[in-house]
């Protein structure tokens, strides 16, 4: 197997309509990790027995897992760049009404210069500045934590998978999906 190859790609082996079929899973209902082969099956107009098989053969639901782990990390990874920008261009604002204050305090004798709106842009400033590097902080701290908690996923994951290989016990298993038609209203 390829060290490129991402549970979500097409895997080797794999046919098409089982890969499309594969890409209808994982997109459906996006966002709620809800995928139900029963309503996949009305979806493509495909046997839900088939699309069984492909689950448990192709593995599915963990290929489907990867994903959503995939598209929480990007999506965190967007969240600390942007807070990031955010404190940057928040720490630049305040530095700027600060030397704005400044300056105003050398026109301070001349006329519609007031001491007291002076002192609000310099307050306002620093109050801005402070809290800009206290999310960069955060931020970081965010970054630490984020790199801690991928290491020991990584660290389960390869304790867990060594346990699936020595024991057998939990390898193996078809993963098996009920279906239970809806209950007709009563008259």
């Known amino acids: 197997m390829r060290n490129d190859l991402k549970p979500w790609d097409k895997q080797p082996g794999e046919s098409e309509p089982a890969y499309a079929a594969f890409r209808a899973f994982l997109h459906m209902n996006e966002g709620t990790k809800f995928r139900n082969v029963t309503e996949l099956a009305k979806n493509l107009s495909k046997s839900r027995q088939l699309l069984t ?33 955010m404190a940057k261009n928040h720490k630049a604002i305040g530095r700027a009404l600060q030397s704005t204050a400044i300056e105003a305090l050398k026109n301070l004798n001349k006329k519609g210069v007031f001491f007291k709106d002076i002192i609000a842009a310099l307050r306002i400033g620093v109050m801005i500045e402070m809290q800009a590097c206290d999310v960069e902080f955060k931020v970081k701290r965010l970054e630490l934590e984020n790199e801690r908690l991928k290491a020991e996923t990584e660290k389960l994951r390869a304790e867990i998978g060594h346990k699936y290989a020595t024991d057998g016990e939990y390898g193996g298993e078809t993963p098996v999906e009920i279906y239970l038609p809806e209950k007709e209203p009563e008259e």
Do not use: V
Request: proline share 0%.
């Open 53 to 85: 098989t492909w689950k448990g053969r192709w593995k599915w639901q963990e290929r489907a897992d990867a994903w959503d782990r995939e598209i929480l990390e990007q999506e965190k990874k967007a969240a600390i760049s942007e807070r990031a920008k």
